[in-house]
Nanobody, 116 residues
Framework: QVQLVESGGGLVQPGGSLRVSCAASGIIFSINVMGWYRQAPGKQRELVAYITSSGTSTHYANFVEGRFTISRDNAKNTVYLQMNSLKLEDTAVYYC?????????WGQGTQVTVSS
């Protein structure tokens, strides 16, 4: 049974930084492309970034604009998203999943709130 457990969210001021983590179990993590997604209130869930199984290649949504970094530790079955220069519009629940996402498996997400 696949489990994805996100953590590390919180309240941060505009311009601040936050790192969120996602621990995966029930999958062979090291062979999966992993992604971070987010869903803001009243909006559809969208892709933020993904990282290849080896971690050698990454892709970011246009709105990231160089502010976020996705990384992974295959020994820990964990994927990370370092977020810098956060903006009000980054407020959302952040989720991890395979890329492309498996809609049958979503974790509870972690809330990131950017507010002054």
């Amino acid at each position: 049974q696949v489990q994805l457990v996100e953590s590390g969210g919180g309240l941060v001021q505009p311009g601040g930084s936050l790192r969120v983590s996602c621990a995966a179990s029930g999958i062979i993590f090291s062979i999966n492309v992993m992604g971070w997604y987010r869903q803001a209130p009243g909006k559809q869930r969208e892709l933020v970034a993904y990282i290849t199984s080896s971690g050698t290649s990454t892709h970011y949504a246009n709105f990231v604009e160089g502010r976020f970094t996705i990384s992974r530790d295959n020994a820990k079955n964990t994927v990370y998203l370092q977020m810098n220069s956060l903006k009000l519009e980054d407020t959302a629940v952040y989720y991890c999943n395979r890329f492309p996402a498996n809609d049958d498996v979503w974790g509870q997400g972690t809330q990131v709130t950017v507010s002054s």
